[in-house]
């Protein structure tokens, strides 16, 4: 639970956290509906990886990204990160875990009317009083954290505007300042870039492999393009009907393995270009 | 299958229209239905026995007031102001208290910002009872238990205007996008951290608007509560009723109005500037 910042300068928020791996076992996600999410996932992921988690809308990788911070509780198996256990975690101890894994959503997912800065605070929650949270201030500490996240997705300048008025991928970036305002150990994030335009998508990846190659973060990323999927992951997870098809080098993975993965021939919308 | 031709003459095969026909004998039906049901309702014996031919009969009778009502006695101005500024009082304080109680109350409403059923539907089963009340009902109460005057008047105002403010703000939030409180619920805060940070900036405008409508309303009904003694205008309005002084009624009621214009137009151009 180490969530102080340890490192060189005492009072800078510059050192980032040890990055923490993920160990999935023989992981089953049913939901209420009856549909199965996950099927029996085995998955290690080690600290410091910059994972693709590839595969077609309804293959299962919502699910497995969501079972990791237990938005999604599993049916049945055994998720692990760092020295934790999610799957048994409740309240409290759930609340301290998913405080320390940042989360980035293919929606933005910003409070609109909010500030930039207010935004980017809520990062800061598990760390906040809740008297504080409810009078609405926050520590100076919580506040240079925020602007130095702020700073590092270059959206420093924007901190008092309303995160409604700002471009997509503006949105997104206040959304990677607001995971990296947790000092996260471990970054998810679902189809970050499937809202936005070509270059910004790029951009926005940039982004997440700073943050995996600068602060060590663990970073798994969903995405449904093959050429963001070889661009920016170290290794990539095939997906298909919750089942783990293809584990590897992303290089390595020809046109016939996302075939596979998908299930049918490659279109041209299965590539973003640039 | 049917064919239309288009205007540089292709042939378009336009799939069938899903059970129009029965769609359309249905419609008919359940207006017929409509039809039969309000006439039975105003049938003799059976519905409440609305009978037209009365209006012909006594027309007269509410034509004389109409008459009355059409010159305002103006010399009773002085004697109208301190009820009108009382019910003003009473519909401002009300709506102050009753917003300051409806915020947290709209957010436990809400399935998004308070996931445990239970609370939830408890809550919703007492603002159900206390919206079925008529707050005429709860000044007749309250005056009874605590006397005549603008404090029953302002505490039925203040049970109408959570009811009212609860249920249209819980809707506005169920019908708002989930996105940012999982964002928030994902960043580890509690509920109450997630629905102060999140939820409430994004609420707040459709909440004013609420608030504001509320106090238009709370000024109109603050003139009816006066009718069992819980202040304002409305006991002024019981006496020169019981008098027959419809040129001084008719000045109380374009008082309301004027009252009801101004607030209206107030809240308009505060509206603009919050969205």
Redesign the interface.
């Known amino acids: 639970m180490s969530v102080t910042s340890r490192g060189a300068g005492a009072g800078t928020v510059r050192s980032a956290p040890a990055p923490w791996d993920i160990r999935m076992r023989d992981v089953l996600v049913r939901y209420p509906n009856g549909v199965v999410g996950l099927n029996g996932v085995d998955l290690d992921i080690e600290a410091g990886q910059m994972v693709a988690v590839v595969g077609l809308s309804g293959s299962g990788k919502s699910s497995l990204i969501r079972t990791v911070n237990g938005l999604v509780p599993v049916t049945s198996g055994t998720v692990e990160v760092g020295a934790q256990r999610v799957d048994t975690a409740r309240g409290r101890e759930l609340r301290a875990l998913r405080g320390q894994i940042g989360m980035i959503f293919q929606s933005f997912n910003l409070a609109g009317r909010a500030t930039v800065l207010s935004n980017v605070l809520v990062g800061r929650l598990t760390h906040a009083a809740t008297w504080r949270t409810l009078l609405g201030t926050y520590t100076e500490q919580d506040k240079a954290i925020a602007f130095e996240a702020l700073d590092r997705v270059g959206i420093l300048d924007k901190a008092y505007q309303r995160a409604s008025h700002l471009s997509g991928g503006q949105q997104q970036r206040v959304a990677i300042a607001r995971a990296l305002a947790q000092t996260p150990h471990l970054v998810l994030a679902d189809e970050p870039v499937a809202s936005l335009d070509p270059p910004t998508a790029h951009e926005v990846m940039g982004d997440l492999r700073r943050i995996n190659q600068e602060l060590g973060i663990t970073v798994v990323v969903n995405l449904h393009l093959l050429d963001l999927a070889r661009e920016y992951g170290t290794r990539m997870i095939g997906l298909r009907a919750g089942t783990v098809v293809y584990d590897g080098p992303p290089a390595q993975a020809s046109d016939a393995v996302f075939e596979e993965i998908y299930g049918r021939p490659l279109r041209s919308g299965d590539v973003l270009g640039s | 299958m049917s064919q239309v031709v288009t205007a540089d003459g292709r042939v378009l095969t336009v799939p069938p229209r899903p059970r129009g026909r029965h769609r359309t004998v249905l419609a008919w039906v359940a207006v017929l239905a409509v039809l039969a049901v309000t006439a039975l309702t105003m049938a003799p014996r059976v519905g409440i026995d609305a009978d037209l031919s009365a209006v012909a009969g006594h027309w007269r009778n509410g034509a004389s007031k109409i008459v009355a009502l059409l010159a305002p006695d103006w010399a009773f101005f002085p004697r109208t102001v301190e009820p009108l500024v009382q019910t003003l009082q009473m519909a401002v304080i009300a709506t102050a208290i009753g917003a300051v109680v409806s915020l947290p109350l709209s957010l436990w409403a809400a399935r998004p910002t308070n996931p445990d059923r239970w609370s939830r539907g408890a809550l919703r089963v007492l603002l159900n009872i206390v919206r079925a009340v008529p707050e005429l009902l709860y000044a007749a109460v309250l005056v009874a238990m605590v006397g005549v005057g603008a404090l029953p008047g302002i505490i039925a105002l203040v049970l109408f205007d959570v009811g009212i403010i609860v249920k249209l703000v819980s809707e506005q939030i169920e019908a708002a ?1 989930t ?2 409180l ?9 509920q ?3 629905n ?4 409430v ?2 609420v ?2 459709g909440f004013l608007n609420q608030t504001l409508y509320v106090l238009e309303l709370n000024v109109r009904a603050s003139a009816v509560l006066g009718l069992v003694g819980a202040g304002g205008l409305g006991l002024l309005i019981d006496a020169v009723r019981s008098f027959y002084r419809y040129d001084q009624l008719s000045l109380i009621i374009l008082e309301i109005l004027v009252v009801v214009v101004v607030i209206d137009s107030a809240s308009a151009a505060i509206r603009r500037r919050l969205v």
Do not use: F, I, K, Y
């Open positions: 996008d996105g940012p999982e964002a928030a619920t994902a960043a580890g805060g509690t109450l951290q997630v102060r940070s999140v939820a900036p994004d707040l405008p």
